[in-house]
């Protein structure tokens, strides 16, 4: 019953407030630029994000207990709405915009929410010393930065984040942190409540303030719930996230070889070419079923490793062929395609070879 609670509460403070943040930045002259890289057309305001931000802390403060822990996702992720709302407005150079990831992941960090151990089989422990740091501003600068990237669409970035932080409150359960399951669950509905008024056709964007709150929260709850844990256990969190991290690492690759800065923008991302093909609904519907297959696949891997491992194999399998078909990161980048156009060259040769035999 209190599961269902941590959802209709956030979801209905964010039904609500979504409108009346519509008004406001219709008065404030917050609306979503118009360029070569956009997909939509006439006015519409993109600071939605402060109606998710409202319901989540109103949301938190009627379920939740703080402590150090959670006072730091709670300071760290208001710097990064702040940092996000001022971008909205006053378009933030990149080295500014990574000022507030950078301030607000060390808030995080001192607050106790870093990756201590590792465990590996057989028993062996790793201790991560000094560069637990290193490897924990890594993991929420990285993971914040590709939730963002994948705002380009309708719904896209919501429906997403939505399915990864129903997953990880399943994940949490099977962990036994219930303050992990609540947080995702209390944001997934403050989500859910915005994502009324941002599916195609969207009235109102969340922005940046939205993309990269959600990005740095969910960087946050899934390192709170699988630190000190098991190697293969902490890639469960980077299988939720699959999507957005290969989106990213796409980029970084696409703009390197063409020579271009990462913080160039483009319109190669996996979305844009999902676009080209089945159009602005049917891509959003698509994302969000492989990110639901990709998070699927770490529940099953929690209850059967062997089947976890298997479909994970296929998923990637299907998204490296999709990405060496449709060219997103480079016309000449079809390792497995070239494989596969010279296996079938030898086998024809086999082939033209017995028919001449004969």
């Not at 106790?112 to 465990?119: E, K, Q």
């Not at 000094?130 to 930065?145: C, P, Q």
């Not at 480079?330 to 030898?346: C, E, G, N, T």
């Amino acid at each position: 019953m209190n599961d269902i609670l941590f959802v209709i509460l956030p979801f209905t403070i964010s039904l609500v407030l979504t409108p009346v943040v519509k008004r406001i930045a219709f008065r404030l002259d917050g609306f979503a630029q118009i360029n070569e890289r956009t997909v939509h057309s006439g006015k519409i305001v993109r600071i939605g994000g402060v109606a998710i931000y409202l319901a989540f802390i109103i949301s938190m403060a009627v379920f939740i207990k703080t402590d150090m822990a959670m006072n730091g996702i709670l300071l760290g992720s208001t710097i990064m709405f702040i940092g996000g709302l001022t971008d909205d407005f006053v378009n933030l150079r990149p080295l500014y915009k990574f000022g507030f990831q950078v301030v607000a992941a060390i808030v995080l960090i001192a607050s106790g929410v870093t990756l201590d151990v590792i465990r590996l089989p057989f028993g062996i422990t790793i201790s991560m010393g000094v560069v637990s740091v290193i490897v924990t501003f890594l993991w929420i600068t990285g993971i914040t930065n590709a939730v963002n990237l994948i705002d380009g669409l309708d719904g896209l970035c919501g429906g997403i984040s939505v399915i990864i932080l129903v997953v990880i409150a399943m994940l949490a359960v099977i962990e036994r942190r219930s303050d992990v399951e609540m947080i995702s669950l209390i944001l997934a509905g403050a989500t859910l409540g915005f994502l009324v008024y941002n599916a195609h056709p969207a009235s109102i964007f969340m922005g940046d303030c939205g993309a990269l709150f959600l990005g740095f929260i969910i960087s946050a709850i899934s390192l709170l719930g699988f630190k000190s844990s098991t190697i293969m256990t902490l890639a469960l969190p980077l299988l939720l996230l699959g999507l957005p991290i290969i989106d990213t690492l796409s980029a970084i690759l696409r703009r390197t070889l063409k020579g271009h800065k990462f913080s160039e923008a483009d319109k190669s991302h996996i979305h844009h070419q999902l676009m080209n093909k089945f159009g602005h609904k049917n891509t959003v519907i698509i994302m969000c079923i492989v990110t639901a297959m990709f998070g699927l696949t770490a529940y099953c891997y929690m209850i059967n490793k062997g089947i976890g491992l298997i479909s994970l194999f296929v998923i990637m399998f299907m998204v490296e062929l999709f990405i060496e078909v449709s060219g997103m990161i480079s016309d000449k980048y079809h390792p497995i395609l070239s494989i596969a156009r010279r296996v079938k060259k030898k086998l024809n040769r086999k082939h033209v070879q017995s028919d001449q035999a004969k």
